[in-house]
């Protein structure tokens, strides 16, 4: 997809390879602050919402809760438990595995069970406390936590093997996860409006048990092959996709209570993410890989996860504040939904001058890097979940795909397959009216350009120009720079 055009963007590329050092700096690491002791590996762990306690749910029936301030600690003893999350008050807890309870922390006794589903004895896993902690979100259905009584199940509207459900925090929407066909993990992903009592959306997830909304409950995020793909609530588009580096499907993700950082679980320990920049800022060392439980504390300077029978407490305040100064860039807000903000976005770039054009040569590399050969290879596997991954992946793409596709097209036989091809260039065609958000910060990082309007503004529009030959994108640039040298701002 990308082709060098050698002396003529040398220059250029040497600035953007400064400014990716900038924009996007090396990983920082760092060890557990603490380390807590339990009786057993703990499946599941998390932090009281006043930020004064946590707690590990052990599958021996152990529930070890710590105070984090004078580091005393209590043990419950419960049937059977694998999640537990404590509710707004953080004097009560809720623990689920065959069913639900709710305890009260000072006497150590349950004071409410929840109902299970009628005829079933489905194993539950607790996802959080939604609505204020009016709801519980369990298994694939959400639980009224004063009655006891279940309020929604996925069961409702189709009778598919649900593996389990995420709901908003204000509980009005549920994402839920469905098996097809064979395997132990969810392939479909399909979003319902609670009140409306039917499902909005429906898309693969390649094999996946994670997937969540952020604490605002604007994006909905799950797991594609390796990306994490997050998707705008009101209109279901992508609006990012963050890379991973050997998930494999099988680690853990979350989100922090700020929705800027994303935990994820790694081959080389706990790695952050500033998903809206697209890159790993820091690496938790000692925890381990492909951790299943990772918790953010509620104010997002601490973050636990579970290594054998420990639980792993890091201190993410410096990184937390460097991601706070990051996110101040206006070419970060380049892709911002509000035309406005964007608009000011690239009025503030243009005063800045040559400031911000290593850093938007950085973004455009890192959009137009994202590789196109491998899905389209697999758009024809005989195995219908490559290939459904591979034509969402490619969809999530847009007209950044397009070469390739066109490319692709010109070489396919197989009729299915070119059929699939087809299918996907009409929807780039259809959508250049309707944009991604990377879609729209490309445009918007050309418009950028353009207002600069100086001699390395116009080599970045080379640049751009030869990265993507064949790409809309390219298209807009050439002419942006055929327009800077027809007012006579720079050279031909």
Not at 15 to 20: D, F, G, K, L, P
Not at 58 to 67: S, V
């Amino acid at each position: 997809m990308r082709r060098l055009l050698g002396p003529i963007i040398a220059s250029c590329l040497a600035a953007s390879a400064t400014c990716a050092e900038d924009a996007a700096p090396a990983p920082l690491t760092t060890q557990p602050a603490r380390i807590l002791h339990t009786s057993q590996q703990p499946e599941s762990v998390c932090f009281s919402p006043d930020g004064g306690s946590i707690a590990a749910a052990c599958p021996d029936g152990n529930l070890h809760i710590w105070n984090l301030n004078d580091e005393t600690s209590t043990t419950l003893h419960v049937a059977s438990v694998r999640q537990a999350f404590f509710l707004p008050d953080s004097k009560t807890l809720a623990t689920a595995s065959t069913r639900l309870e709710i305890w009260d922390l000072e006497s150590g006794k349950c004071i409410r069970e929840c109902e299970p589903r009628p005829g079933t004895n489905e194993t539950l896993f607790l996802r959080g406390i939604r609505a204020d902690g009016k709801l519980l979100d369990a298994g694939a259905g959400l639980w009224d936590a004063q009655t006891g009584h279940l309020v929604f199940h996925c069961m409702s509207f189709c009778n598919l093997p649900w593996y389990g459900s995420s709901a908003t925090p204000d509980g009005s929407m549920i994402a839920g996860g469905y098996r097809r066909g064979e395997g132990d993990a969810p392939s479909e992903l399909v979003l319902f409006q609670r009140d409306l009592k039917q499902p909005i959306w429906q898309g693969g997830m390649n094999n996946t048990s994670f997937w969540s909304f952020t604490p605002d409950g604007q994006f909905l995020a799950y797991q594609l092959g390796d990306e994490l793909i997050f998707r705008e609530l009101c209109t279901m588009q992508i609006a990012r996709s963050v890379r991973l580096d050997d998930m494999e499907g099988k680690g853990g993700f979350t989100i922090s209570p700020d929705g800027a950082l994303i935990a994820v679980a790694q081959r080389d320990g706990v790695a952050l993410f500033d998903w809206r920049r697209r890159h790993r800022i820091a690496t938790l060392r000692g925890a381990p890989p492909l951790a299943m439980d990772i918790a953010f504390g509620p104010d997002g300077r601490l973050l636990a996860t579970v290594l054998n029978n420990d639980v792993l407490i890091y201190d993410l305040s410096s990184f937390t504040r460097r991601a706070a100064l990051e996110l101040q860039s206006p070419v970060d807000s380049l892709d911002d939904p509000d035309p406005v903000a964007a608009i000011d976005a690239i009025e503030q770039i243009a005063m800045h001058k040559d400031q911000d054009i290593p850093s938007i040569i950085a973004h455009f590399k890192h959009i137009l890097n994202e590789p196109c050969t491998q899905p389209i290879d697999q758009l024809g596997d005989p195995d219908f979940q490559k290939r459904e991954s591979a034509l969402l992946l490619l969809q999530s793409r847009g007209f950044i795909a397009e070469p390739a596709l066109r490319r692709a097209a010109t070489a396919e036989n197989f009729p299915e397959t070119l059929a699939r091809i087809q299918q996907l260039l009409d929807l780039v065609e259809r959508r250049k009216t309707n944009l991604l958000a990377e879609e729209k910060w490309l445009i918007r990082g050309v418009q950028s350009l353009e207002r600069i309007g100086s001699p390395k503004a116009v080599e970045a529009l080379r640049y751009l120009e030869a990265a993507a030959p064949g790409c809309h994108i390219a298209t807009l640039a050439a002419a942006a720079r055929l327009r800077l040298v027809a007012r006579g701002t720079v050279a031909r």
